[in-house]
T-cell receptor, first 111, second 113 residues
Framework: GNSVTQMEGPVTLSEEAFLTINCTYTATGYPSLFWYVQYPGEGLQLLLKATKADDKGSNKGFEATYRKETTSFHLEKGSVQVSDSAVYFCALINYGQNFVFGPGTRLSVLP | DTAVSQTPKYLVTQMGNDKSIKCEQNLGHDTMYWYKQDSKKFLKIMFSYNNKELIINETVPNRFSPKSPDKAHLNLHINSLELGDSAVYFC????????????FGPGTRLTVL
């Protein structure tokens, strides 16, 4: 079946540091890939998405590229802020199937 | 305007009680979902409804039952609550089609004492 694996957290960075959160997936065919963010005490919000190979999703300074050859969708940001502290979920959906979320990676950014 | 809303936001109750959580979406979406998030933030899908039909039901105890009076509402009823039911429950909705994101509600934190 479909599955998503993320790097284990928590990830702790200083403000303005470079961020990478790794995400790899297992799926048949061509799933759509997503990153969601959950700020403390809130629901999940879509951060970015990519629907086909080599697509790059981007939003709020975050980027992720759909790499089919490595089945990866790593999240990156060049300079994190304290306000980026949250839990980040990688997810996929395949046609006619459920949304599958990764276990989440907690990011803490220190001033 | 709130897209996906849930009530209540917090629910504290005793073991053995029966409780309900309500969810409403005003996005005109065809499909609604319930997720359970445990203390480690792991998300588990419980149910989804598409045009009032249950289309998935993961290995969830039958004490949990979704009720959809119309396309905009998907309520979650829980009978005989147990300690292990304590979690945050999220409602979500999405339009039809494989590329569409899910929109999440703010969550209901259930604590069973």
């Amino acid at each position: 079946g479909n599955s998503v694996t993320q790097m284990e957290g928590p990830v702790t960075l200083s403000e303005e540091a470079f961020l990478t959160i790794n995400c790899t997936y297992t799926a048949t065919g061509y799933p759509s890939l997503f990153w969601y963010v959950q700020y403390p005490g809130e629901g999940l919000q879509l951060l970015l998405k990519a629907t086909k190979a080599d697509d790059k999703g981007s939003n709020k300074g975050f980027e992720a590229t759909y790499r089919k050859e490595t089945t990866s969708f790593h999240l990156e940001k060049g300079s994190v802020q304290v306000s980026d502290s949250a839990v980040y979920f990688c997810a996929l959906i395949n046609y006619g199937q459920n949304f599958v979320f990764g276990p989440g990676t907690r990011l803490s950014v220190l001033p | 305007d709130t897209a996906v809303s849930q009530t209540p936001k917090y629910l504290v109750t005793q073991m053995g009680n029966d409780k309900s959580i309500k969810c409403e979406q005003n996005l005109g979406h065809d499909t609604m979902y319930w997720y359970k998030q445990d203390s480690k933030k792991f998300l588990k899908i419980m149910f989804s409804y598409n045009n009032k039909e249950l289309i998935i039901n993961e290995t969830v105890p039958n004490r949990f039952s979704p009720k959809s009076p119309d396309k905009a509402h998907l309520n979650l009823h829980i009978n005989s609550l147990e300690l292990g039911d304590s979690a945050v429950y999220f409602c979500a909705s999405s339009p039809s089609g494989r590329d569409h994101e899910q929109f999440f509600g703010p969550g209901t934190r259930l604590t069973v004492l």
